[in-house]
C-alpha cells in the first residue's frame, strides 16, 4: 500500500483563488507536514500538523487533519503567482524518524 | 537565512563508478539525512544519520551505498557501484534537536547514469 497520496495531481488556477490540495495516507501517524517544491529545487517546509490537532494556521495557508479518515487537506487563499510549485505532504509514521513523502499536487497560478 | 548546501549540482558518471555526493548540513543540526527522488515519482527515503551512526535505513539503502559525517561539516553519500536504476535527484535534509520534525533540504545532486 502506498502512504500519502495526493489529489489532484495538477491544479491550474488564477490569481487571487483559494487552492485546496488534499492528502491521503494509510498508517497511523505521529504528524503530518506540508512541503513544497518549486521546479528543479529542494523541498522547503510549510507546515506541521500534529495528530492531536484538527487545524493549523501559518499566513496563508491552512492545515486540517483528521485521524478518522486519515486525511489532510492544504488550502492556500489568494494565491500568488509565485506559490506555483510542486506540493508533497509527508507523514512521521511513528517511532522512526523517516519521513514518507506522497506523491504531490502540482499547482498552477496563472497571473 | 542558514541554508544545506549541496555538491555537485550534477553528477554524470558511468554505471559501475563510484560516486560521492557532498553535502554541508546547517551547522547547529545534529540530525542527517538522504532522501532521493526519480523523475516524476515519489520523495523517498534513504538514510538517517544521528550521533555519527546510522540510526535508521530504508531497503534502497544497501551494501552499495554508505553514508559518513568525514569531519564536523559535511555529511556523503557515497554508492560505491552506480546502476542506471541510481539516476535520481539526491536531496540531504538536516534537522535541529529542538525540532528534529522539521527538516530543512538541500538543492539536490542530479546523478545521471549512463
Known amino acids: 500500500s502506498q502512504q500519502g497520496e495526493e489529489d489532484p495531481q495538477a491544479l491550474s488556477i488564477q490569481e487571487g483563488e483559494n487552492a485546496t490540495m488534499n492528502c491521503s495516507y494509510k498508517t497511523s501517524i505521529n504528524n503530518l507536514q506540508w512541503y513544497r517544491q518549486n521546479s528543479g529545487r529542494g523541498l522547503v517546509h510549510l507546515i506541521l500538523i500534529r495528530s492531536n490537532e484538527r487545524e493549523k494556521h501559518s499566513g496563508r495557508l491552512r492545515v486540517t487533519l483528521d485521524t478518522s479518515k486519515k486525511s489532510s487537506s492544504l488550502l492556500i487563499t489568494a494565491s500568488r503567482a509565485a506559490d506555483t510549485a510542486s506540493y508533497f505532504c509527508?507523514?512521521?509514521?511513528?517511532?522512526?524518524?523517516?519521513?514518507?513523502f506522497g506523491t504531490g499536487t502540482r499547482l498552477q497560478v496563472f497571473p | 537565512e542558514p541554508e544545506v548546501t549541496q555538491t555537485p549540482s550534477h553528477q554524470v558518471t558511468q554505471m559501475g563508478q563510484e560516486v560521492i555526493l557532498r553535502c554541508v548540513p546547517i551547522s547547529n543540526h545534529l540530525y542527517f539525512y538522504w532522501y532521493r527522488q526519480i523523475l516524476g515519482q515519489k520523495v523517498e527515503f534513504l538514510v538517517s544519520?544521528?550521533?555519527?551512526?546510522?540510526?535508521?535505513k530504508s531497503e534502497i539503502f544497501d551494501d552499495q551505498f554508505s553514508v559518513e559525517r568525514p569531519d564536523g561539516s559535511n555529511f556523503t553519500l557515497k554508492i560505491r557501484s552506480t546502476k542506471l536504476e541510481d539516476s535520481a535527484m539526491y536531496f540531504c535534509a538536516s534537522s535541529s534537536v529542538l525540532q528534529n520534525e522539521k527538516l530543512f533540504f538541500g538543492s539536490g545532486t542530479q546523478l545521471s547514469v549512463l
Open positions: 544519520f544521528y550521533n555519527n551512526e546510522i540510526s535508521e
Open positions: 509527508a507523514t512521521s509514521p511513528g517511532i522512526t524518524d523517516k519521513l514518507i
